[in-house]
């Protein structure tokens, strides 16, 4: 055994603490004002934007740049977005029911029901991931019809239109913005818009929040217009109008089982005694593999919501909306390093109460994000029914299979190039396709299919080709003669 010597501490022991001390004082003042000097030059600069901005579009750019400093303020002085782990409670029973246990309405109701009813698609995505440079409603989907056309076929009512808030993107170094004018036909890449979280402030802005309230609409349904399976659906409606419980939810978040597709999801968690939208950018890093566990969280956030339209406007009016600010990190095409600031829509959860989750078929969330994605929406696996698609008969499984396509049909221009016409996929498992591939039409996939050109190689699938459980490599060119 060896022997161990006290510990003697040295007589300036103390002053080493004062001294750390002091430096560790220093340094939270020295960052406290930091964050103050970038908060008042942003404001400066926000100022001399407005300045610039034509008079027509005064009151609606103040709007968004007051909107943006106050996002910008909690940017730099509220702490990471965090949560303290241990603090996460279990969900309560009935915080989540199951859509299964929801009943549809009478006949005689209905009508009187889906006039209470608002629904509001979040069109924001502008395509970015798949080579778009305008909206991504407009891609075409089937039948030649975008996703713009889809949802007017669905609502084929009245049709109203707001817009988000324009805000300045900032420079990663400087934190200070990247647009020197307002002025809407100069440095489009300065602007952007905050996530559908601004949705809540510009529906209110535009004055149709008040304005449906007074024609009596109670909810509204909002999505995002590329999710394909975001209809309206009368047993939700239901849940929420009839019965006892008629009109006590305030918030109500569509959710559905989690598979390993979906690890980076956000879901619902109970925090601090509210129910709350937990994402992956507010994980601890050291429990980043305990979020994505299906095990431990086994459904995630489908971003369909249902919200009663006096509370939200409730909220709004109290100053009590309280969403997490979401840092995006992008680099512009000249290079320059540049922050957004945004906010998620269902991060508003929290702020409602009578909040629930409700976990719906996978049907329901269908959304297209890449040409992986809009590859299957347009293949024979979905049938289109009355402007919705819905999962073909002829499938022998409820799941989808899982597809993924290489780089070079990452833009949607040259995924349409590559396939003559879209395969037969209903009894595909499993797609992975690498390099310079093209497909001739009719081609037939089934099981697992695995297509590898490698680098200065071209696989051409001929017309008409029947591939089940294949994996094809080289080189396989088909020559017009």
Not at 99 to 114: D, F, I, N, R, W
Request: glycine share 8%; charged share 25%.
């Amino acid at each position: 055994m060896m022997d161990t010597a006290p510990t003697t501490l040295p007589r300036n022991f103390d002053r080493y603490n004062e001294v750390f001390d002091h430096q560790r004082k220093t340094s939270i003042e020295c960052k406290n004002l930091t964050k103050k000097d970038a908060q008042k030059q942003l404001t400066f600069e926000l100022q001399n934007l407005l300045h610039t901005c034509p008079r027509h579009l005064r009151e609606a750019a103040e709007s968004d740049l007051n909107a943006f400093e106050k996002l910008f303020g909690r940017f730099v002085n509220e702490p990471g977005p965090c949560v303290e782990w241990d603090n996460i409670q279990k969900l309560e029973e009935g915080t989540v029911p199951k859509y299964s246990e929801l009943q549809g309405p009478e006949a005689s109701t209905v009508k009187a029901m889906l006039n209470k009813l608002v629904v509001v698609k979040l069109n924001g995505g502008l395509g970015t991931s798949m080579g778009c440079q305008g909206p991504k409603s407009i891609i075409p989907v089937r039948s030649d019809l975008t996703f713009l056309d889809l949802t007017v076929q669905q609502i084929e009512v009245d049709m109203y239109t707001f817009n988000q808030s324009r805000c300045p993107r900032i420079n990663k170094e400087s934190l200070m913005p990247i647009p020197r004018t307002c002025a809407e036909d100069d440095n489009l890449e300065g602007w952007y818009p905050p996530g559908h979280g601004d949705f809540y402030q510009s529906f209110y802005n535009c004055g149709l929040l008040d304005w449906f309230i007074s024609q009596g609409k109670e909810y509204v349904f909002v999505s995002n217009i590329d999710n394909l399976g975001a209809t309206v659906n009368l047993s939700i409606l239901n849940f929420l109008l009839g019965g006892q419980r008629a009109g006590q939810c305030h918030f109500l978040m569509e959710v559905t089982d989690k598979t390993r597709a979906d690890v980076k999801g956000g879901t619902l968690i109970k925090y601090e005694n509210k129910l709350r939208l937990l994402e992956i950018a507010q994980v601890p890093k050291d429990h980043i593999d305990d979020f994505k566990s299906v095990k431990t969280f086994k459904i995630f956030n489908t971003n369909n919501l249902w919200i009663k339209l006096k509370a939200m406007m409730e909220v709004l009016v109290n100053g009590e909306l309280d969403m997490e600010v979401i840092v995006n990190h992008k680099t512009l095409d000249n290079g320059l390093n540049i922050i957004q600031l945004e906010q998620a829509v269902g991060g508003a959860v929290k702020c409602f109460s009578g909040s629930l989750g409700l976990n719906v078929p996978r049907s329901r969330f269908l959304p297209v994000k890449k040409t992986d994605d809009l590859l299957l929406v347009m293949s024979n696996l979905y049938c289109l029914q009355q402007a919705t698609l819905s999962m073909s008969p002829l499938r022998m499984f409820d799941t989808t299979p899982l597809v993924k396509l290489g780089s070079q049909f990452g833009r949607v221009q040259d995924f349409v190039r590559r396939f003559s016409s879209i395969p037969d996929m209903l009894e595909l498992d499993h797609l992975s396709v690498s390099g310079d591939v093209t497909f001739g039409k009719g081609v037939v996939l089934k099981g697992t299919v695995i297509i590898i050109a490698n680098h200065g190689d071209r696989i051409d699938i001929p017309a008409g080709a029947i591939l089940e459980n294949k994996i094809v490599s080289g080189n396989l060119r088909i020559l017009d003669h």
